[in-house]
């Protein structure tokens, strides 16, 4: 087998905490519509037996498997992931995947395609062709009014910042200095993007349909939110500093 086809390969990783009924098709799925990627799953102890679960997909050599040793936030679990893909220099990019089935693997093709042209792909829910089923109106407000605060104190030319199905290449984590990423929850999504935003990287957005989840509990918390809302604040007022 030739070097080539040994690099430029993707890597999807999926953090999960207490997936157990949706991670088995997830990976199923993916498997079909994305057979050249590698999978990684980061499992922050789930109790209901997540990683064991993942542990048997991973007879398959495409699928891989990182345990931590507890919950400790979504942005901690994919800068663990991101960090043991950085060190496997036949990964190009690298994809973030919810495991609750609210990311389509169907639509990952679309989002590959894009990066070919930028460094960060979002799957976008609020631009024209992005759509969000079965969720509640709060639900929207939230997301809506966060990228909005997002946009105006961070001069991010986004329209879905809180989204958490991208596609991103090595040149943008690199650029965006993993270790110094502090966020825990989903701001993680909004700190990445102004880090890659600032590098000046380039950003597609992508129309893609979120589904709510069918199995399980969503791990938003009003802590999270409060979490995002002070962190966008501070660094806002950073930027506002810097540019005098």
């Known amino acids: 087998m030739g070097l080539a086809a040994h690099v430029n390969r993707t890597l999807i990783v999926i953090p999960t905490y207490n997936e157990a009924a949706n991670l088995e098709p997830l990976v199923a799925s993916l498997r079909e519509h994305a057979a050249d990627a590698d999978i990684l799953v ?33 942005g901690v679990a994919y800068r663990a992931g991101f960090a043991w893909g ?33 460094d960060l792909v979002i799957g976008s829910r609020w631009v024209r062709g992005g759509r969000v089923l079965d969720w509640p109106w709060a639900r929207r407000l939230i997301s809506k009014a966060g990228t909005a605060y997002a946009r105006v104190l961070l001069r991010l030319p986004v329209h879905d910042a809180t989204a958490g199905y991208r596609v991103l290449s090595r040149r943008a984590l690199e650029a965006a200095s993993l270790d110094t990423v502090a966020s825990h929850g ?18 597609l957005e992508v129309p893609v349909t979120f589904v709510e989840r069918r199995h399980g509990t969503s791990k938003m918390t009003s802590g999270i939110i409060a979490e995002a809302l002070w962190r966008v604040t501070l660094w806002g ?8």
């Open 42 to 74: 980061v499992d922050d102890a789930s109790p209901d037996g997540t990683g064991e679960i993942a542990d048997r997909l991973a007879a398959d050599s495409a699928v891989h498997v990182l345990h931590r040793p507890g919950k400790e936030g979504l």
């Open 86 to 118: 950085l060190q496997r220099p036949e990964f190009k990019w690298f994809v973030e995947m919810d495991a609750d089935g609210s990311h389509r693997p169907e639509e990952l093709r679309r989002m590959r395609n894009a990066a070919y042209v930028a």
């Open 186 to 203: 989903y701001c993680f999504q909004i700190d990445m993007t102004r880090r890659i935003h600032d590098a000046g990287l380039q950003i």
């Open 237 to 244: 007022i950073a930027g506002w500093v810097r540019r005098g």
